[in-house]
């Protein structure tokens, strides 16, 4: 599971933006988003992964052109610079640092059999390098600022 589809649900589509939130799979339903979080929480899903797609704007909203010259509305959001903060509303909601290690690093390892040593270097912020926040509404609630420069 991405974690763009347990944070939020199809209502993100109806702001002003509501264009940048075109994924594939799309955002569902409240009900769903609550669902695939109790999954979560009750491990019936393995591992958290992000389907980082960091487009431009421009690729986003129709202002770019594809090769035949028809506007592109590109699907996803970018996700990689942001996954501190999803472990972050993880803890915020009851996980422990065992099961976050375990959805982030462990279950995919142990599953696809990868020799791959976790990093415990600090992560830098890079969500400045993005066209867009997509989880400004998030860094909020968790009460990080938009200026924050090392996690």
């Known amino acids: 599971?991405?974690?763009?589809?347990?944070?939020?649900?199809?209502?993100?589509?109806?702001?002003e933006n509501g264009l940048l939130w075109k994924m594939n799979p799309?955002?569902?339903?409240?009900?769903?988003?609550?669902?695939?979080?109790?999954y979560l929480k009750d491990g019936k899903i393995n591992w958290?992964?992000?389907?980082?797609?960091?487009?431009s704007l421009e690729e986003k909203t129709g202002k770019a052109m594809d090769k035949g010259g028809k506007p592109m509305y590109m699907s996803g959001i970018p996700g990689i610079a942001w996954w501190p903060m999803f472990e972050e509303f993880l803890r915020r909601n009851e996980f422990t640092d065992r099961q976050i290690e375990?959805?982030?690093?462990s279950n995919v390892v142990e599953r696809?059999?990868?020799d791959i040593q976790r990093s415990q270097r600090k992560t830098k912020d890079r969500r400045s390098d993005y066209p867009f926040d997509p989880y400004k509404k998030?860094?909020?609630?968790?009460?990080?600022?938009?200026?924050?420069?090392s996690f």
């Not at 992964?49 to 487009?55: F, G, I, L, S």
């Not at 998030?138 to 420069?149: D, F, Q």
Request: charged content about 20%; glycine content about 4%.
């Open 26 to 38: 799309p955002l569902r339903e409240p009900d769903s988003r609550n669902k695939i979080f109790q």
């Open 48 to 55: 958290i992964e992000t389907d980082h797609a960091p487009h």
């Open 112 to 114: 696809f059999g990868v």
């Open 138 to 149: 998030m860094a909020k609630e968790l009460g990080w600022s938009s200026s924050h420069k």
């Open 1 to 15: 599971i991405c974690p763009h589809h347990f944070i939020y649900d199809w209502s993100q589509m109806y702001d």
């Open 102 to 105: 375990q959805l982030t690093y």
